[in-house]
């Protein structure tokens, strides 16, 4: 259920059929600690029809959402669009939040201001208002999302896919990795902005 490069879980399924007879279904989770405590993980499955549906006993009591994606590894490269869409989801929000502090806007009212619009996502829900009262309680680390987008970057070079706002905030993240702040939570990235801070 961790993050694994697609073509290695291609590889480890098919040696595990091989060698064994084992079915293998590589399952990654998005959701985080506050999901997991609920049993609302999403999961994004790959694998045969039968192992993923075999592996559904199990499942249902971890996740609300159990999504067969296709073959091995297809489930792993799910993930990595998952990453993708939250890194630049957190980016997005940082800087929409200190935009609308520039601008004398209460921060802390955008997730219901924009309720219902095209703006509206569950990163800006959750992460909205964390960032606006500079809330740096943990539920997922800068480092492990770095791992991630070096992971969509190296998948992505390996299809020669251009992704320009993977490779701008993966070296944001790197950044922050490299000023010792990788263990940190995701909403510290509003530290990016600590320079231009009022008061």
């Known amino acids: 259920m961790s ?9 480890l399924a098919q040696s595990l059929r091989e060698r064994t007879g084992m079915g293998f279904v590589d399952a990654p989770l998005s ?7 609920l049993g609302q993980l999403t999961v994004m499955a790959g694998g045969s029809a039968e192992d993923v549906q075999r592996a559904r006993a199990v499942m249902d009591s971890l996740c609300a959402n159990y999504t067969h994606m296709g073959a091995s590894g297809a489930g792993q490269t799910t993930k ?18 200190r935009l609308a502090e520039a601008g004398g806007v209460d921060a802390s009212k955008l997730p219901a201001a924009l309720s219902g619009g095209r703006a509206d996502s569950q990163i800006l829900r959750e992460f909205g ?16 999302m770095l791992k991630d987008l070096e992971a969509v970057q190296a998948f992505s070079q390996g299809q020669r896919l251009p992704l320009p706002l993977a490779g701008a905030v993966s070296e944001l993240h790197r950044a922050f990795v490299a000023a010792g702040l990788g263990a940190r939570d995701t909403a510290e990235m ?8 009022r008061g």
């Not at 993050?3 to 590889?11: A, G, H, K, L, Q």
């Open 31 to 37: 959701g985080g600690a506050p999901k997991a405590l």
């Open 190 to 197: 509003m530290r990016q902005f600590s320079g231009y801070e």
């Open 129 to 144: 208002p964390r960032m606006a009262a500079r809330d740096y309680t943990p539920t997922g680390r800068i480092d492990n």
């Open 80 to 97: 990595l669009v998952n990453q993708l869409l939250c890194a630049i989801g957190f980016q997005a929000v940082a800087e929409a939040v």
């Open 3 to 11: 993050s694994i490069d697609p073509p290695s879980t291609r590889r």
